[in-house]
């Protein structure tokens, strides 16, 4: 029989599971309940919005209280020793009864506050609340994120240091090619990296604050209060921002601030999620080659059905959650774009959803990359067999241009180039190559081509050189130095802010 949800009758085990109930009733959010961390997923909790509420509330009559409206000491401690008591179940009743949250809330607070109850919301729109929360919201939860990317690059950083002289081979099409370092191939993650960080400090610089604007914006009913004093009302206006640690607030918004404020908040974040579902797609595809792993744990499980798989777990979750996250900006374009003269409340229920979800998500894929980054495993001896099947026919230029060489230095003319040309020498290698393409593709063997090369009497000039022409390490350039200069001079500035914040280290817990 379909269970009905009532009670715990359908399921008998649940009466005898701790800690269950109603928790496992009804849909949770993976979100919060398996992935994000505590502080931002109390970022966004109904704890944080309403005190936050009745501390925007308290800010308010404050100020209008140091501008002289007839607001008492009393009324102001009486805030003061309840903005944390809320009941919730009188607030969830009060809604149901007036279909309005500030308002249920305004109620609330009045009930035990029942001193100040005249002052509350004195002048106010819900946006006052509403709105003024939201951005605090935005700009804490870029506080949390901040910290965060700068140890997934730090520890990034770190790595790319470690193996900025290590040879790996390149992929151009996801096919061999020049080769370049395991360092330098991180720096081009870090690169992104290193923008997004400067692309999410922007944003959280540029956040201002709502302020005291009234309905429409236009500070009407806050004029009135202060009796047409238009100063008392920009102080007011002043004081409040300050209190609520914002340097400025927007001079001009309608009955909401602009909806472009959340497109470039989720803008940012969209594009960290570009960022990192890159880096762990190559880390995905490196580590099909078995040339670098991302930690895993001693009894980890790869595969329910294949015990040997040790699959890229964390990497996998980071590009899911990432794709999640670019799609969730198209809510704030959207919202801004249908906004009909100084607002319409079809933001609002959208507004619930993809404000949050976005920075819980950045949350959780920072969170899970620095866990990555911390961990990852390089198989130096598997990227120096790939190089050595590869690196013949990369050689192939190299081995013409020594060749070249010899033939206008005129020192070995006479032992055997006396009618051979740069043409001639580039036809052996192309004959050479080809049948050693025949070898790898068609009967599945290792590339012969040097052996083919040291067997062909045309090439006894140079094979005591063959040795330093194939030395990895003279195929990758100046990635080691290209390295160095980036680290110093573009990625360690950046984490210098957060130096106080670097020593803290994930573990991932479901």
Not at 21 to 41: D, H, I, Q, T
Not at 80 to 105: C, G, N, P, T, Y
């Amino acid at each position: 029989m379909p269970y009905n949800g009532s009670g715990s009758n359908g399921y008998p085990f649940l009466a005898h599971t701790p800690g269950s109930g109603e928790e496992f009733m009804k849909y949770r959010s993976p979100l919060v309940s398996r992935y994000a961390s505590k502080e931002m997923a109390f970022n966004f909790s109904d704890m944080k919005k309403f005190t936050t509420w009745r501390r925007l509330w308290l800010y308010l009559a404050k100020a209008e209280k140091e501008l002289g409206l007839p607001i008492t000491d009393a009324q102001v401690s009486e805030m003061e020793s309840h903005l944390e008591d809320i009941d919730f179940i009188m607030a969830a009743d009060e809604e149901r009864k007036l279909r309005h949250d500030v308002m249920a809330h305004v109620h609330t607070f009045a009930h035990c506050c029942p001193t100040a109850a005249p002052i509350i919301h004195l002048g106010a729109t819900s946006c006052y609340v509403g709105d003024n929360t939201d951005l605090i919201m935005l700009r804490d939860g870029f506080d949390i994120l901040l910290p965060k990317l700068a140890r997934v690059i730090d520890r990034l950083a770190n790595f790319a240091e470690k193996y900025a002289d290590l040879p790996t081979l390149g992929f151009t099409h996801y096919q061999p090619a020049q080769l370049t370092t395991v360092g330098k191939r991180a720096c081009l993650w870090l690169q992104d990296l290193v923008m997004d960080m400067r692309n999410l400090q922007r944003a959280r610089e540029d956040l201002r604050f709502r302020g005291v604007k009234g309905t429409t914006g236009t500070q009407a009913s806050f004029l009135q209060l202060f009796q047409g004093d238009h100063e008392k009302v920009e102080e007011l206006d002043r004081k409040v921002t300050e209190m609520a640690g914002f340097k400025k607030s927007y001079l001009v918004t309608g009955q909401t601030y602009s909806r472009k404020v959340d497109i470039d908040s989720l803008c940012v974040l969209a594009s960290l999620a570009a960022t990192v579902h890159k880096i762990c797609t190559d880390i995905r595809l490196l580590a099909n080659l078995k040339e670098i792993e991302e930690p895993f744990e001693k009894e980890q499980i790869g595969s329910s059905a294949m015990p040997y798989k040790r699959n890229p777990m964390r990497a996998e979750r980071c590009c899911s959650l990432a794709r999640h996250l670019m799609a969730l900006v198209s809510d704030p374009l959207q919202t801004a774009a249908v906004q009909w003269l100084e607002r319409t409340l079809d933001d609002s229920a959208n507004r619930r959803i993809s404000l949050p979800e976005s920075f819980l998500t950045a949350d959780i894929i920072l969170s899970t990359l620095q866990n990555i980054t911390e961990g990852l495993v390089v198989y130096p001896k598997v990227i120096e067999r790939h190089i050595r099947h590869e690196l013949p026919f990369m050689a192939t230029e190299n081995i013409i241009m020594v060749i070249n060489k010899l033939e206008r230095s005129r020192l070995v003319i006479k032992f055997c180039f006396s009618k051979s040309t740069n043409g001639d020498c580039h036809e052996k290698i192309r004959v050479l190559s080809q049948q050693a393409a025949a070898v790898v593709k068609q009967e599945g063997g290792d590339n012969d081509l040097l052996a083919r090369v040291q067997a062909d009497p045309y090439f006894a000039p140079i094979i005591g050189q063959l040795d330093s022409i194939l030395d990895p390490k003279t195929f990758i350039g100046r990635a080691p130095q290209q390295v160095t200069r980036f680290l110093s001079e573009e990625v360690r500035p950046v984490l210098e802010p957060y130096k106080s914040k670097m020593d803290v280290k994930i573990e991932l817990e479901l």
